[in-house]
């Protein structure tokens, strides 16, 4: 049986460089706050509010201006998906949450 919903999704992210080095990241989402994956609110369901939550919340240091660890980046909490994949993996809007690092030879 073929279903037909009206929805949307809304998004406010604010990124900030707290030092040199240093930067913070949050991101407001509507929708589904219990779904990994889909931020979408559907329309049309009378008497229910719209969720609004914290889809990312991070700090990621970022050592390419150090000498020493020029080839290092960090972050931790809940992030963008840290790896090099495509929808067929990972879907874009799955977020992890952690702590993760990124070498460049």
Do not use: C, I, K, M
């Not at 990241?25 to 931020?39: E, H, I, M, N, Q």
Request: charged letters at 25%; a neutral charge.
């Amino acid at each position: 049986e073929d279903r037909y919903r009206t929805r949307v999704q809304a998004r406010l992210g604010v990124e900030a460089q707290v030092f040199e080095s240093v930067t913070a990241g949050l991101r407001l989402s509507t929708g589904s706050l219990t779904d990994p994956v889909s931020a979408n609110q559907t329309l049309g369901q009378s008497g229910t509010r719209y969720s609004v939550g914290f889809d990312r919340v991070y700090l990621r240091w970022d050592a390419t201006n150090s000498d020493e660890f020029r080839w290092l980046t960090l972050a931790g909490g809940r992030t963008a998906n840290p790896f090099q994949s495509t929808e067929l993996l990972f879907d874009r809007d799955l977020a992890f949450e952690g702590l993760h690092g990124t070498v460049r030879v």
